[in-house]
């Protein structure tokens, strides 16, 4: 596989976050790297990770004679969480090597070899065959998409008929909000390029030949997680205020950006210059 320069960064971005996301994410439990959805069922936050798979399963109707694609698969949660759930098959690939062998690591400690595998692979240009998958599952991964609608081109593409697309991720709700000064700082530190408005990507949607294309904003659940992410950023200040003063190994500029990040993606989300969403489409 080809990566190019905006590959290598996500990449390197994933793998010196890890920890962190161990340390504040309830990654080693939850194996999720995404917000979490709150509502009167979530007792907690571990709970609401989780919460978010299951409103993504249902949304998508993920049944267990499926094939599911988890386009962006990082360690495996939601793919795990599929099988788990539903019985269904899946395939989860994603750009890097290390999210790829821990996932199939942890896949194999649960015993789910028959019914899940994984692979190093660029979602916007697969080699899997047409009309490959009953659904096409991006949680929070589509906004790394070099380009969102060549994405969305090659998720119709592998779908069988009947097949569902199904996206839970941040929109900006103005095109232009990507150049606020916020809305950069966010993404700048989290390695994304930029983030499709809900309007321009049920236009790709249908363009490329889905129907009942249907959208929910749903940030009123996921403010909980942006909150939580805001309150990460002061910690994480104190933190490196302290290995500075300790003389202990600095911080990288990546590092940073990422701690950074968790305080503008809160404000922009306060100031409405983006919404958390999902969305969904039908092959016909």
Not at 49 to 60: D, Y
Not at 77 to 84: D, N, R
Not at 103 to 116: L, S
Not at 169 to 182: K, L, Y
């Amino acid at each position: 596989m080809q990566l190019n320069e905006y590959h290598k960064k996500i990449i390197e971005y994933y793998d010196t976050t890890e920890n962190a996301y161990k340390d504040s994410w309830d990654l080693g439990n939850s194996l999720a790297i995404h917000y979490g959805y709150h509502d009167e069922s979530t007792k907690n936050f571990p709970a609401s990770l989780l919460r978010m798979n299951e409103v993504m399963m249902e949304t998508a109707a993920v049944k267990s004679s499926d094939h599911v694609l988890d386009a962006g698969c990082g360690i495996g949660g939601s793919s795990i969480f599929l099988v788990e759930k539903t019985g269904c098959s899946v395939t989860g690939i994603s750009l890097s090597e290390r999210q790829v062998k821990k996932a199939g690591e942890i896949a194999e400690k649960k015993g789910m070899n028959g019914k899940i595998r994984f692979e190093v692979m660029n979602y916007g240009q697969t080699s899997f065959p047409d009309q490959s998958f009953d659904t096409v599952w991006g949680c929070e991964s589509i906004c790394y998409a070099d380009d969102k609608e060549q994405f969305i081109t090659e998720a119709f593409r592998l779908l069988k008929p009947g097949g569902r697309l199904v996206v839970a991720d941040g929109f900006v709700t103005a095109f232009e909000n990507n150049q606020h000064p916020i809305v950069r700082h966010w993404l700048e530190g989290w390695q994304v390029n930029y983030l499709e408005t809900m309007q321009r990507f049920k236009e790709f949607m249908a363009k490329a030949g889905f129907a009942n294309i249907s959208y929910r904003n749903i940030s009123k659940n996921t403010i909980h997680s942006s909150r939580r992410l805001y309150r990460i950023f002061f910690l994480a200040r104190l933190y490196l205020i302290w290995k500075t003063i300790t003389f202990s190994n600095h911080a990288t500029e990546m590092q940073k950006k990422n701690i950074n990040a968790c305080r503008y993606q809160y404000l922009g989300m306060k100031k409405k210059l983006w919404e958390y969403g999902i969305i969904t489409g039908i092959k016909p």
